[in-house]
């Protein structure tokens, strides 16, 4: 038999070690019962498109691109669901560019700066028209007509860390309302003797070559372009207020004017060439009307479905009467075909 103080030792270490095992044994059911929950490191997220201020045409699918605002990736979209997106984005914040259809489905228009936010634009890709085959003085080349655009760009909610399985649906992080980018320039001739023409052509100069995506001019590019109206973009009207008076329209798509216009009569110019119902004599006339291009009242770096130019002059001198037999509206044709060389008369 141990003497009673040792025995007294032995039982007050075996409480202890009794404690001890309770206090490690509660550690462990603790630390089971709350388990460390792992993060997501990349989110479903969605994003959602309002269509409703872009009316020149129904878009068919659209492209869009997220770009983390802290490690520049991109994460582009093509779909064609034009009503939202759901990309799965890395978490962070995000700078979101959308724009009708995708770049391969444009072929008059060319994409710029896309992985940038501040530099994102669109240039107008060259034509080489047979009638037309040079650029006139100052400009850097001749421009296809764009087609219809509409973009905007926005910047998110952040993408957040969530525990796993807590999220059920796809998080909004925001929703962009794309707007045309691109103007309309409406152009009118007045002139006498409707009846003598049969054809026209033209050619106008000093118009930009590019614009924002965002919809504002380019401040720091002079670069300008010759557009072409060929002659199957005109029409031809006869005015009953006079005899034999009428108007020839057409309309013109472009990216504007530039950002340095000053509205001075060279800095645009406009070659007209109308062929008479002869079928052999062919009119040309060269117009300054850099001053004459009118706009919308609205400001100038705005977006919307009307971005509209204005341009009414008349002919001067004027086109001679018909020759019998030549004049009537059945002379009119619509179709006049770039490899058709006339000695013209200026």
């Known amino acids: 038999m141990l003497p009673r103080p040792t025995h007294n030792l032995l039982r007050r270490l075996r409480i202890a070690l009794s404690c001890g095992t309770c206090v490690?044994?509660?550690?462990?059911?603790?630390?089971?019962?709350?388990?460390?929950?792992?993060?997501?490191?990349?989110?479903?997220?969605?994003?959602?498109?309002?269509?409703?201020?872009?009316?020149?045409?129904?878009?068919?699918?659209?492209?869009?691109m997220c770009r983390n605002t802290k490690t520049d990736e991109i994460v582009q979209t093509i779909s064609n669901n034009i009503l939202a997106v759901t990309p799965t984005l890395p978490?962070?914040?995000?700078?979101?560019?959308?724009?009708?259809?995708?770049?391969?489905e444009f072929d008059n228009i060319n994409f710029q700066g896309l992985g940038t936010t501040?530099?994102?634009?669109?240039?107008?890709e060259k034509d080489a028209p047979q009638w037309h085959p040079h650029p006139a003085d100052g400009d850097k080349y001749i421009a296809r007509e764009p087609?219809?655009?509409a973009a905007d760009m926005t910047l998110t909610e952040p993408v957040?860390?969530?525990?796993?399985?807590?999220?059920?649906?796809?998080?909004?992080?925001?929703?962009?309302?794309?707007?045309?980018i691109i103007h309309s320039l409406h152009l009118t001739i007045l002139t006498e003797n409707i009846s003598n023409i049969r054809a026209v052509r033209a050619a106008i100069s000093g118009l930009a070559a590019t614009r924002n995506l965002d919809g504002t001019p380019q401040p720091n590019n002079r670069?300008?372009?010759?557009?072409?109206?060929?002659?199957?973009?005109?029409?031809?009207?006869?005015?009953?207020?006079?005899?034999d008076s009428g108007k020839l329209t057409a309309n013109l798509r472009c990216f504007g004017l530039p950002a340095n216009h000053n509205a001075t009569p060279e800095e645009n110019r406009l070659e007209l060439q109308i062929m008479l119902a002869d079928g052999k004599t062919v009119k040309q006339f060269l117009f300054p009307i850099g001053n004459l291009i009118s706009g919308?009242?609205?400001?100038?770096?705005?977006?919307?479905?009307?971005?509209?130019?204005?341009?009414?002059?008349?002919?001067?001198?004027?086109?001679?009467?018909?020759?019998?037999?030549n004049?009537?509206?059945?002379?009119?044709?619509?179709?006049?075909?770039?490899?058709?060389?006339?000695?013209?008369p200026i």
């Not at 199957?232 to 006869?238: A, Y």
């Not at 004049?327 to 013209?344: E, K, L, P, T, V």
């Open 24 to 64: 490690v044994s509660c550690a462990m059911i603790c630390s089971c019962s709350n388990p460390e929950v792992p993060a997501l490191t990349n989110r479903q997220t969605r994003i959602n498109i309002d269509w409703s201020g872009f009316s020149k045409e129904v878009p068919t699918g659209m492209t869009v």
């Open 223 to 243: 670069l300008t372009v010759t557009h072409i109206i060929d002659s199957e973009q005109w029409s031809r009207q006869s005015l009953p207020s006079a005899s």
């Open 147 to 149: 087609e219809w655009l």
């Open 160 to 180: 957040e860390n969530i525990p796993t399985g807590s999220m059920t649906e796809p998080d909004t992080i925001g929703t962009l309302h794309p707007k045309n």
């Open 118 to 124: 501040d530099c994102a634009a669109v240039a107008a």
């Open 327 to 344: 004049s009537g509206i059945d002379a009119w044709i619509d179709d006049w075909d770039d490899y058709i060389d006339f000695n013209i």
């Open 296 to 325: 919308n009242t609205d400001s100038p770096n705005r977006r919307g479905d009307n971005l509209d130019l204005f341009l009414e002059l008349r002919l001067d001198p004027p086109l001679p009467p018909a020759s019998t037999g």
């Open 91 to 104: 978490i962070g914040q995000y700078h979101i560019t959308v724009f009708n259809l995708s770049e391969k």
